[in-house]
């Protein structure tokens, strides 16, 4: 329900209580059978089942080869981390054949997965080639918490570590996100509000996704990179609709990326699949509601980029959808 105690911001609401995730567990290199051939590393969580949605990323990084060309790099995981697979390529063996062949391997060396995420909507056609081949359906998605983590990760700690990192080398494919699009009437609520929840109430939140009780997706917090204590405040925005469970069905239809205050216009976006961006909702134009925006926008730096949505029909009823979100620097990535 949105009714115990909470930490709102300025026109925010309450939600929930307390719950806390099984502790990440560490790691350890598998075994691969003898006829597997891996040019890659592979790492997977003792005791974890096999990963089912894949997250991958195929492009290029900070890392010069021989020739004075940039080294590419697939990596695959999945939302929980307990799979990681890190491979590199010359830049003459980017296609869909060579991502193919690699993912053939790794899925012989672990489990197939059904479908397989990724975030770079200028892969799309190499990507979606291999994984159509391989018949594992593909889902262009910035919903890829896990992966984006650790890139970033690698990024800040092993790249430039390397011998043949390059500082100067940034990413051959950046990320481009759309012009805002006018909402859907189906999408649209009758009322809205930036909130603040601690952690232990957004880990309730996800319980209830998680357990088929509300529409959503969600991720732990901790497998996308995010360390913070209990009583952190995470950032959100609730909409509240007579209809709430027909909205939430309908946005759970979108691969929710992101939430971004724009204060310049007034207005709040929400991101979706890979470029996608929705002209969400807006506010009268005032200092008050300015000072509001920047207020939730330092929160969700102040999380690490970690912010919700949550439908609910009002300010006492369990919420209807609920989707977890962690926003990337996109310099990271």
């Not at 990507?127 to 983590?149: D, N």
Request: with cysteine.
């Amino acid at each position: 329900m949105l009714s115990c105690a909470s930490h709102p911001l300025p026109g925010g609401r309450p939600a929930l209580a307390q719950a806390r995730l099984p502790a990440r567990r560490s790691r350890a290199q598998r075994a691969l059978p003898s006829d597997t051939a891996l040019a890659g590393e592979l790492s997977v969580s003792p005791g974890s089942a096999p990963a089912r949605c894949w997250e991958l990323d195929f492009c290029s990084r900070p890392l010069l080869d021989a020739r004075g060309k940039k080294v590419w790099e697939l990596l695959v995981t999945d939302a929980s981390s307990s799979l990681r697979y890190a491979e590199y390529f010359p830049n003459n063996r980017i296609n869909s054949a060579e991502l193919k062949a690699a993912l053939q391997r790794l899925a012989e060396a672990t489990a197939p997965p059904t479908s397989i995420r990724f975030f770079r909507a200028q892969m799309q056609t190499i990507i979606g080639r291999a994984c159509t081949e391989l018949g594992v359906s593909v889902l262009p998605s910035r919903r890829c918490f896990g992966v984006q983590s650790w890139l970033s990760e690698r990024n800040a700690r092993l790249y430039p570590t390397l011998p043949n990192f390059d500082a100067q080398a940034a990413p051959l494919v950046a990320f481009e996100p759309g012009a805002p699009a006018p909402l859907p009437d189906a999408l649209r609520g009758e009322s809205w509000a930036f909130v603040q929840l601690p952690l232990s109430a957004v880990r309730t939140e996800a319980q209830r996704v998680t357990q088929g009780l509300a529409f959503g997706a969600v991720f732990s917090p901790e497998a996308a990179g995010c360390q913070l204590p209990e009583e952190a405040l995470v950032p959100g925005v609730v909409v509240l609709s007579r209809r709430a469970d027909a909205l939430a069905g309908w946005t759970n239809g979108l691969e929710i990326a992101a939430l971004q205050p724009d204060t310049r216009a007034a207005q709040l976006l929400l991101e979706t699949g890979v470029s996608q961006r929705w002209a969400y909702a807006s506010w009268r134009r005032s200092a008050q509601a300015s000072a509001e925006a920047e207020q939730w926008i330092a929160a969700k730096n102040a999380a690490q980029g970690l912010h919700f949505l949550c439908v609910s029909p009002n300010e006492q009823a369990d919420a209807s959808g609920f989707w977890l979100c962690r926003e990337f620097d996109a310099k990271t990535l």
